[in-house]
């Protein structure tokens, strides 16, 4: 399979995630300023950090602990398909449909991600990630066969003729390590049940949802090195999408 660019990516989100060892400096009211100055994302709602603690003491029995607290801000364009999060220990940028391109997204993480730091005294980067979760349509012809548009399909078990040859639904989870570049991915393949278009055919909804990230301390956190990392990923994750698909599951999204 060749890679190349398709003109409607059936890309239903794409996001960029740098998480942080957070430092005793920051604070709740830095991270409002942030959120505040994100002009272009007008909707803004609180995020709250979650605990749950279960505990068994000989003289009380069990004792249950829950604790909340703000742990930083969700925002919205006024579109509602551009997501920002900026919390304590995290920044995500999340794009819905329409995706745009991949320099889109960057650039925008980037930029957002040099006023985060701005308000936020992080001081070292501790993960960073990307993640693609595309929705395929697939038709339901008289003689539909997944291997015409999945390359990773799983044969079926045989045995004599005790089971059929056929599937109604499946669904795949593998890890990958992509040593080449210090990172990991993990590769999600699920159907869903059937739908119908108005009017048009029937179709079966196909989730192809792939994750790479890496884990490592880095403290030159205004450096080039992780959006070099993130250019990277996005070659492996373009492997990895094409490497899953055929031509006839591609040729709606060309």
């Known amino acids: 399979m060749e890679i190349t660019t398709l003109k409607n990516p059936p890309i239903i989100e794409a996001l960029l995630e740098i998480r942080f060892n957070p430092n005793k400096d920051i604070k709740i009211s830095k991270l409002e300023e942030f959120a505040n100055s994100l002009t272009n994302y007008p909707n803004k709602k609180p995020v709250e950090s979650q605990r749950f603690e279960f505990m068994y003491l000989k003289e009380a029995g069990q004792q249950h602990k829950f604790d909340a607290h703000p742990s930083g801000f969700k925002m919205h364009n006024a579109q509602n398909n551009r997501i920002v999060i900026g919390e304590i220990d995290k920044l995500v940028v999340s794009f819905l449909p329409p995706y745009e391109s991949w320099p889109s997204l960057k650039d925008t993480t980037r930029d957002i991600f040099n006023k985060y730091i701005g308000f936020v005294p992080q001081t070292q980067i501790s993960r960073i990630g990307m993640r693609y979760i595309n929705k395929l349509k697939l038709p339901l012809t008289d003689d539909f066969n997944f291997q015409n548009y999945i390359t990773t399909f799983q044969p079926l078990p045989k045995y004599n003729d005790e089971l059929p040859n056929k599937l109604a639904k499946f669904e795949t989870f593998v890890v990958v390590p992509l040593e080449d570049i210090g990172c990991t991915s993990t590769i999600r393949q699920v159907t869903l049940d059937a739908e119908e278009e108005t009017p048009g055919p029937a179709y079966l909804p196909f989730i192809l949802d792939v994750d790479i990230f890496q884990i ?24 990895i999408f094409f490497g899953s698909l055929t031509d006839a599951a591609l040729e709606p999204y060309k």
């Open 216 to 239: 490592k301390l880095q403290e030159d956190i205004k450096g080039n090195d992780i959006w070099e990392t993130f250019n990277k990923m996005r070659e492996k994750r373009n492997a």
